[in-house]
C-alpha cells in the first residue's frame, strides 16, 4: 500500500494489477487491462474529486489513453476501482500508467503507477506489458426505416441501429447510392441512428448502412492531439440490407392570370384565376433532374397538339373550373407532371405593390397598382381600396403608409360594367424586423467528385418576417481564390447552386449567408468538398522490355531537343503517335479517335482524319 497526503485530501493507492478485461465479453484472455483499486479521504465532511488516468506508451513516450473519473467522497473515505484497459487498435508493449489527483479546487497530487515493484514479478518493474483487448467486429446493421418516395431538395429521415459483442458504442457510415456518405457517432450499442439526408438528383436511390467501433467514451475526455488515430475500429460491420428510395425531381410552374398580374405557384394554391379567352401566362420549373427538360402542356379544352416550351399563353373560351397538366421529361428519361385547378372567370381583381415582400415599416409610403382584368366587352368602372386601418380609396391605383404596428388585410374590389365583382386580398406586417433570417439546413456537397463534375449544395433558409431577400454562397478554391455567388430559390425555404468549375485538385471550402429585406443577415461556414482524379493512363514505350537502370523516355521521342508536333513514329501500323515537348497525342489509324488530356488550344486538326496524317499542316 501507498499513500500519498497533500493538503486536506489523501490518495490511498491500495493495489494494482492486470487483468484481462472485466465484466465485458472478451474472446482474449491475455493481460489488457490495468486495475487500480484505491480510496481517498477528505478532511473535509463532503468533497468533489477527480482522478485522472493517463497511459502512457513507454517505447515512444505518448499519451493513448487519457480519461477522468469523478466521485464524492467524505471524510471517512470511499473505496473505488478504476479499470484501464488497452483498446484493440492499439500496439501490445510496455505502458505506464499516470494518475492525478484533483479536488474542486484543481490538482492536488499525482503519482506514477508501475514505478515500484510489480505484484507479480519483480521483473515487470517500472511498466506494464499489455496485449490489446480481444474485440469481434459489429453485427450488421438493422433493416432501414425512411421515406420510399422523395423529393428532389427535401429532407427524408432514414434510421437503424446495429449492436455490439463488447457493447462499444458505434460509428454508422450512410452511403447514399454510392454518390455521398455521411459518418456520425457516437451512439450507444443498440441505440437508434437517425439521420437526415437531402438528394440532390432524382433516380431510383440506393440506401445502405455500417458500423464499426467508437472509443470516444472509453479511451480520452475532450480532445488530445494526436490520439485521434486510436478512436476508432479496424473492422466495419456487414453493409446493413439495402433500401429503396424513389427520388423524383422538383416540378412547379407559375401562372400569371395576365400579363400585368402577379405570378402564382401552382403548388401553393388549391386555385389559379384567368380570364375567359385573355391570355394567362404558364411558366415551368424544373430542378433535380438532367437538364435539358422537355416540356409538355395539357389544357382541358385544347384540342390540338399540346404546347411544348418551357413558358406558353393560353386562354380559355368558356367559364368555369378547368385542370391544366404540365409533363416534364428529363434527358435521362425520368418523368413528372402535375395538374392545378383553374377557374376561369369573367372578372378578377388582383393588385402588386411597390414592396419588395409584404413587409414595411411605419410610415413608409406604399404604391398599390391594380392589375385586376375582365373579359373581352367589358370593363373595370369602379375600385374600391380597404387598407384595414379604417382608411380607404376609391382610385384605380393608390398610395398609402401605416402610423401603427400591427397586421393589416389591404382588400381590392372592383366592379365592371354589368355590375359583376372581384375582390384580392393581401395581408401587410407594419413592423420592425430586428430578427436575423436562420439557416435551418446545410446539405452540404459530396464528400470527394472527380474534375469537371457539378457540385450542387442545398439550404434550407427561413424568415418569418420581412422574408429572404437573397441566399448567397462563397466559395474558396484549393489555391485561395475565392468566388460570390447567388443562389437560386427552388421551392419554399429552400435554395441551391450548382458549382461547375472543380478544375483544381484539393479542398474547396464554402460558406452560406443570406440577406433578408430589412436587410439582417445570417451565416453558416466550415462546409468543404473535395475534388480529385483517380485515373489510369496507358503509355506507350519505344520498346517492349528494358534492362536495369535503363532510361525510359514517356512523353518525348528520340533525340535532343525533342521534335515539335509533327513527328511521326508508327507502331506496327496501328497507332500513330503525335509527340510535342508537353505530351503525347494518339491516333488510331483504324478508327480515326483522337485522344489527348489537351484543352482546346492544343489540338490539331491535321490529326482528325480517318488513318491520314499530313506532315505539311
Excluded at 30 to 50: A, C, E, G, M
Aim: aromatic letters at 14%; hydrophobic letters at 35%.
Amino acid at each position: 500500500m501507498e499513500i500519498h497526503i497533500v493538503g486536506v485530501v489523501v490518495l490511498v493507492i491500495e493495489n494494482y494489477s492486470l487483468v484481462s478485461r472485466a465484466n465485458t465479453p472478451d474472446p482474449d484472455p491475455s493481460d489488457d487491462t490495468i486495475r487500480v483499486n484505491f480510496s481517498v479521504v477528505s478532511s473535509l465532511p463532503v468533497d468533489k474529486v477527480r482522478v485522472n488516468a493517463s497511459v502512457i506508451k513507454c517505447s515512444t513516450n505518448s499519451t493513448v489513453f487519457w480519461k477522468n473519473f469523478d466521485f464524492i467522497t467524505t471524510s471517512g473515505g470511499t473505496q473505488h476501482t478504476i479499470n484501464v484497459t488497452l483498446l484493440p487498435n492499439m500496439p501490445e508493449g510496455n505502458y505506464r500508467l499516470y494518475l492525478q489527483l484533483y479536488n474542486s479546487t484543481g490538482r492536488i497530487n499525482e503519482m506514477v503507477m508501475g514505478s515500484g515493484v510489480h505484484n507479480d514479478s519483480d521483473l515487470q518493474s517500472g511498466f506494464f506489458y499489455l496485449t490489446p483487448r480481444g474485440n469481434t467486429r459489429p453485427n450488421k446493421p438493422c433493416n432501414i426505416l425512411g421515406p420510399e418516395t422523395l423529393k428532389v431538395g427535401t429532407k427524408g429521415t432514414f434510421n437503424s441501429s446495429a449492436t455490439d459483442p463488447n457493447n462499444d458504442n458505434l460509428q454508422y457510415l450512410w452511403d447514399w447510392n454510392q454518390e455521398e456518405y455521411d459518418d456520425v457517432s457516437p451512439y450507444e450499442c443498440g441505440e437508434v441512428c437517425s439521420i437526415t439526408h437531402i438528394f440532390k438528383s432524382c433516380g431510383r436511390k440506393v440506401v445502405q448502412v455500417r458500423v464499426r467501433e467508437d472509443f470516444l467514451g472509453q479511451l480520452y475526455d475532450g480532445l488530445l492531439q494526436g490520439m485521434s488515430q486510436y478512436r476508432y475500429g479496424t473492422n466495419w460491420s456487414d453493409w446493413s440490407n439495402l433500401f429503396y428510395v424513389n427520388v423524383k425531381f422538383l416540378l412547379d410552374f407559375d401562372m400569371s392570370c395576365t400579363a400585368f398580374a402577379s405570378a402564382q405557384s401552382a403548388a401553393q394554391v388549391t386555385m389559379l384565376p384567368s380570364i375567359q379567352e385573355i391570355d394567362s401566362i404558364y411558366e415551368g420549373f424544373a430542378f433535380g433532374g438532367t437538364a435539358p427538360y422537355n416540356y409538355t402542356w395539357y389544357f382541358e379544352d385544347n384540342f390540338g397538339l399540346p404546347p411544348s416550351e418551357q413558358t406558353v399563353a393560353y386562354n380559355y373560351s368558356h367559364t368555369g373550373i378547368k385542370t391544366v397538366t404540365l409533363n416534364v421529361t428529363d434527358s435521362e428519361g425520368y418523368s413528372e407532371e402535375i395538374t392545378a385547378n383553374i377557374s376561369v372567370v369573367n372578372i378578377s381583381a388582383s393588385f402588386n405593390l411597390s414592396l419588395p415582400s409584404l413587409y414595411t415599416l411605419p410610415g413608409e409610403t406604399i404604391t398599390f397598382n391594380d392589375t385586376s382584368a375582365v373579359c373581352i366587352g367589358r370593363s373595370i368602372t369602379n375600385w374600391s381600396w380597404d387598407f384595414g386601418d379604417g382608411a380607404v380609396c376609391y382610385d384605380r391605383n393608390a398610395t398609402h403608409s401605416f402610423s401603427y404596428l400591427g397586421l393589416y388585410m389591404v382588400t381590392l374590389t372592383v366592379v365592371d360594367t354589368t355590375m359583376e365583382t372581384a375582390e384580392c386580398s393581401k395581408q401587410i406586417a407594419v413592423t420592425y424586423d430586428i430578427s436575423s433570417p436562420e439557416i435551418t439546413y446545410v446539405d452540404s456537397a459530396s464528400d470527394r467528385v472527380g474534375f469537371g463534375f457539378d457540385v450542387t449544395i442545398v439550404v434550407d433558409v427561413a424568415d418569418d418576417i420581412s422574408g429572404v431577400d437573397n441566399v448567397f454562397v462563397n466559395i474558396t478554391y484549393p489555391d485561395t481564390s475565392t468566388v460570390n455567388s447567388t443562389m437560386i430559390h427552388a421551392i419554399n425555404d429552400t435554395y441551391f447552386f450548382v458549382f461547375n468549375d472543380t478544375w483544381q485538385n484539393g479542398v474547396y471550402n464554402y460558406s452560406i449567408w443570406v440577406v433578408d429585406y430589412a436587410n439582417n443577415t445570417d451565416y453558416a461556414n466550415g462546409f468543404n468538398f473535395t475534388v480529385s482524379a483517380n485515373a489510369s493512363i496507358n503509355i506507350c514505350t519505344l520498346k517492349d522490355s528494358y534492362t536495369d537502370n535503363e532510361f525510359i523516355n514517356l512523353t518525348d521521342p528520340p533525340g535532343t531537343p525533342s521534335p515539335s508536333l509533327g513527328y511521326e513514329l508508327l507502331d506496327d501500323g496501328a497507332v500513330l503517335h503525335l509527340w510535342n515537348q508537353y505530351d503525347s497525342y494518339y491516333f488510331n489509324t483504324s478508327s480515326g479517335i483522337q485522344l489527348t488530356n489537351h484543352k482546346d488550344e492544343y489540338w490539331s486538326h491535321n490529326v482528325m482524319m480517318l488513318g491520314y496524317y499530313n506532315n505539311d499542316q
